[in-house]
Structure formats: structure tokens, C-alpha cells
């Protein structure tokens, strides 16, 4: 299996703050990695699908970055909806592995 | 709008069968790969497989001798069997499309709200 591993396991941030989380591959996966954000009770949502396409519906504020095993999601500008816990995920390969998870939460 | 929903038990007692059906509205069944995918606090997120709408299934190796999943696209529902449940499988259970993308890409799109099964005797 592909070991997907996120930095940091959670960090606090302030409004306003660029915050960027990373997911390393333990093996190349190419593009084939999306990002999810799950907010306290609910599923998760896709934010950023193939690396660094951004989803339908999805704010701008986000963006997706990275290839083969090393990859980022940033947020350029924190808003209080966006306080959440973000996924990456792999589809290169069965079976489709996510990482661990980053909280971000309020400073 | 694409709404999914789990049913089913949400107490199993150890060593028998889970079994759940996912309930798709608002968009046809054809041309996705439908996916169970649990959460637990000790293991995260696992993916637990897929069926496509044709019928056929991909599972993950950590369950693929204990589970079985179908499809019935009349009814616009898919189902998941997992059969001798012990505690590890207790977790909230996610119905999920995957949607495959120009390149390749798949990713999970609609995602139920997630059904709780606790295993207990």
C-alpha cells in the first residue's frame, strides 16, 4: 500500500494567514492525489482533485500543488470557514490510501 | 442535487455480518465507481472498495476476503457486506461517488452523511 503522510498533524493559524499543509508519498504517484476538507460532524468535501485542479463550487482560496511523491495545499488567505480537518488522498494505485489528516484550528 | 444515504443497522455483534445500502438521488447510477469508505479514530480514513455501476468491484486487501459489494442501478442503491465483524470494524461507515476525470483521475465527488456501526455483543 501507499503510505500517504501529512505536515503538520495540526496547526494553529489566524484569519487572514497563508497556511500550507504537506502530503508525501511513500512511492511516485504522479498527480493522482486529492485534497478534502471535513468539517466536525459532517463528511468530507473535495477540494482539489489531480494535484492541483480546483473543484467545482470550490473557493479560489484554495490551491493544490506538487508531483510524484511531494505535494501541497494552500490556503492563501484563512477564513473562519476554514477551520476544518484536511485529507490527502491517492488514487494512483489500489488501494486508495489517505493520509492522516491536518486540523486547523483558530490561534 | 446528487444526495447519497446510508441505511442499515447501526449495532452488529461480533463475528456476524454488516450489512449496508446506500440510497442515490438526484443523478443516474451509470458511469461512476460507487464506494464504501469508513472512518475510525485509531485508523483515519480507509477506503474500503468500489463497485462500478456495470457491476463489477474493487476492494481493498485489508477486508477483500470478509467483504462483498453490489449494485442496483433499477433502484439507484449499492450495498456493502462485511461479513465476521470484529471491534476493529466499528467506525462510520461513508457511502461515496467516484468520479474519474479527464487523465485519469478519480476522486470521491458526493459523499453520504455517514451511518455509525458500533460491534457489540
Known amino acids: 500500500d501507499i503510505q500517504m503522510t501529512q505536515s503538520p498533524s495540526s496547526l494553529s493559524a489566524s484569519v487572514g494567514d497563508r497556511v500550507t499543509i504537506t502530503c508525501r508519498a511513500s512511492?511516485?504517484?504522479?498527480?493522482?492525489l486529492n485534497w478534502y476538507q471535513q468539517k466536525a460532524g459532517n463528511p468530507p468535501k473535495v477540494l482539489i482533485y489531480?494535484?492541483?485542479n480546483l473543484q467545482g463550487g470550490v473557493t479560489s482560496r484554495f490551491s493544490g500543488s506538487g508531483s510524484g511523491t511531494d505535494f501541497a495545499l494552500t490556503i492563501s488567505r484563512l477564513q473562519p470557514e476554514d477551520f476544518a480537518t484536511y485529507y490527502c488522498?491517492?488514487?494512483?494505485?489500489?488501494?486508495?490510501?489517505f493520509g492522516q489528516g491536518t486540523k486547523v484550528e483558530i490561534k | 442535487q446528487v444526495q447519497l444515504q446510508e441505511s442499515g443497522p447501526g449495532l452488529v455483534k461480533p463475528s456476524e455480518t454488516l450489512s449496508l445500502t446506500c440510497t442515490v438521488s438526484?443523478?443516474?447510477?451509470?458511469?461512476?465507481?460507487w464506494s464504501w469508505i469508513r472512518q475510525s479514530p485509531g485508523k483515519g480514513l480507509e477506503w474500503i472498495g468500489y463497485?462500478?455501476?456495470?457491476?463489477?468491484?474493487t476492494y481493498n486487501p485489508s477486508v477483500q476476503s470478509r467483504v462483498t459489494m453490489s449494485v442496483d442501478s433499477p433502484a439507484k442503491q449499492f450495498s456493502l457486506r462485511l461479513t465476521s465483524v470484529t471491534t476493529a470494524d466499528a467506525a462510520v461507515y461513508y457511502c461515496?461517488?467516484?468520479?474519474?476525470?479527464?487523465?485519469?483521475?478519480?476522486?470521491?465527488?458526493?459523499w453520504g452523511q455517514g451511518a455509525l456501526v458500533t460491534v457489540s455483543s
Open positions: 461515496a461517488r467516484g468520479h474519474r476525470v479527464d487523465g485519469g483521475h478519480y476522486y470521491f465527488d458526493y
Open positions: 438526484g443523478d443516474s447510477i451509470s458511469g461512476f465507481f
Open positions: 463497485t462500478y455501476y456495470r457491476g463489477s468491484s
Open positions: 512511492q511516485s504517484i504522479g498527480g493522482f
Open positions: 489531480g494535484a492541483s
Open positions: 488522498q491517492q488514487s494512483f494505485s489500489f488501494p486508495w490510501t
